[in-house]
């Protein structure tokens, strides 16, 4: 999609809809690592956004450093998603029939962001990923958006990101009222195929 602030893949709906899932990937990886995930859903009246991140990783890109220097990476990214949906959601596509899905630092950025943007959408979908920092998330969110539909996924056998780090913040966040579900797949720091069909029947749950 042209005169966006980030490249990006476009791949459009079968069913003309206003509907958008806006997928976020991680470090190292890129739009194109995504491109499988859309035929997966097999959503037809769904619009499909990926997105590459600002930063050079490699032959990929990154949404922030490595720790302990995330937060203005983390501050930068967040600000360009800003422009990129206030752009999307201007006339192209609704926000309340539209998702965000992340996978490890994009995870981190659905989190991080979504919670914070001022349009509250259909759902949103962080896979094994972390939060920076879930008691400053609580203290800055959109309140709006803690009645939206949130899942978190995780695997237990994670050897990046720990799961038990992102199963206490998860829990830390419903237990300050935020409506979000967990769940966890025997997995490394991977999508699995089992976790991606409960993904799309989560989806078709939320449109019907």
């Not at 609580?138 to 237990?156: A, F, P, R, Y």
Request: with cysteine; glycine share 6%; proline share 5%.
């Amino acid at each position: 999609m042209k005169n966006l602030e980030l490249d990006n893949i476009f791949i459009p709906s079968k069913i003309p809809s206003k509907k958008l899932m806006i997928i976020l990937h991680g470090r190292g990886d890129s739009s194109e690592g995504f491109t499988s995930l859309p035929p997966f859903l097999d959503i037809d009246e769904m619009n499909y956004l990926l997105l590459d991140a600002p930063f050079e990783y490699y032959t990929g890109f990154s949404w922030y450093p490595l720790p302990p220097d995330q937060l203005p990476g983390i501050e930068y990214s967040s600000n360009v998603l800003t422009k990129v949906l206030d752009e999307l959601f201007e006339e192209k596509f609704n926000a309340n029939e539209s998702f965000l899905f992340g996978f490890s630092q994009g995870s981190l950025l659905t989190f991080e962001f979504g919670a914070r943007y001022s349009k509250v959408l259909a759902g949103y979908i962080a896979v094994s990923g972390y939060i920076y920092n879930e008691h400053k998330l609580l203290e800055d969110m959109n309140q709006d958006v803690k009645n939206s539909n949130w899942l978190c996924t995780h695997g237990i056998y994670d050897d990046v990101l720990p799961f038990e780090t992102s199963k206490e913040q998860v829990r830390v966040l419903k237990d300050a009222g935020f409506d979000i579900e967990f769940k966890s797949y025997e997995k490394d720091h991977s999508i699995d195929r089992n976790e991606l069909v409960m993904i799309s029947e989560w989806m078709r749950n939320i449109l019907e």
